[in-house]
């Protein structure tokens, strides 16, 4: 059974920072793409960042390159998320997918992610 967990969201004041984690487990990790999105209330679950199966290739939104960081650690079957200088529009759940390519048409389209975690909570306050 595959399972991704999300951890390390919080409340955070403009301008600071946060690192999310999502461990994996029952899945060959080093074989997936992984991906972080995230959903503001009232609105659509968003691509935020996607990092390809060995670590080598990223892909970020306009809205946080530059601030926001992903990497992994395949053997830890980990995959982070640094957020730096965090806007208040940053507010969302915070959710890591793995998919099975990082082929371009996949991986900012969150319907061809097969595995998800449940969310992480990150609140940014003005």
């Known amino acids: 059974q595959v399972q991704l967990v999300e951890s390390g969201g919080g409340l955070v004041q403009a301008g600071g920072s946060l690192r999310l984690s999502c461990a994996a487990s029952?899945?060959?990790?080093?074989?997936?793409?992984m991906g972080w999105f995230r959903q503001a209330p009232g609105k659509e679950r968003e691509f935020a960042t996607a990092i390809s199966e060995r670590g080598h290739l990223t892909t970020y939104a306009n809205s946080v390159k530059g601030r926001f960081t992903i990497s992994r650690d395949n053997a830890k079957n980990t995959v982070y998320l640094q957020m730096n200088n965090l806007k208040p529009e940053d507010t969302a759940v915070y959710y890591c997918a793995a998919a099975l390519t990082y082929y371009s048409a996949v991986r900012q389209t969150s319907h061809l992610y097969p595995y998800w975690g449940q969310g992480t909570q990150v609140t940014v306050s003005s």
């Open positions: 029952g899945l060959a990790f080093s074989s997936y793409a």
